[in-house]
Structures are given as C-alpha cells and as structure tokens.
C-alpha cells in the first residue's frame, strides 16, 4: 500500500508503481483482437478444409 509522506508526496514500490489501472480500452483491445483471430481461423479452415 502506498504511503504519504508529510509533504504529501506518495512513495511506491516499483511493483505498485507498475500496476496500471486496466481501463475499457483494455477491453475492446482484448475483444477485437479475439475476434479477428477467430475470424481468420475460420477463414482459413473454410479455404483449406471445404
């Protein structure tokens, strides 16, 4: 947990101050790229195995 010094800095591990938030934009990154890898797994399988 991060802690406040009596100047009102705050003072972090590394470790906490590597964790980033994970935002919506995580999320459609994580969305789109799911998709399109399924799309062009079925597009293949479609070309190849028909």
Same mark, same amino acid.
């Given at each position: 947990?991060?802690? !406040?010094?009596?100047?009102?800095?705050? +003072?972090?591990? &590394?470790?906490?101050?590597? *964790?980033?938030?994970?935002?919506?934009?995580?999320? !459609?990154?994580?969305?789109?790229?799911? +998709?399109?890898? &399924?799309?062009?797994?079925? *597009?293949?399988?479609?070309?190849?195995?028909?």
């Amino acid at each position: 947990m991060a802690q !406040v010094t009596s100047k009102g800095q705050i +003072v972090e591990t &590394a470790t906490e101050a590597r *964790a980033g938030e994970r935002g919506p934009s995580m999320l !459609v990154v994580l969305t789109v790229s799911t +998709v399109a890898a &399924a799309v062009i797994f079925a *597009a293949l399988w479609y070309y190849f195995l028909r």
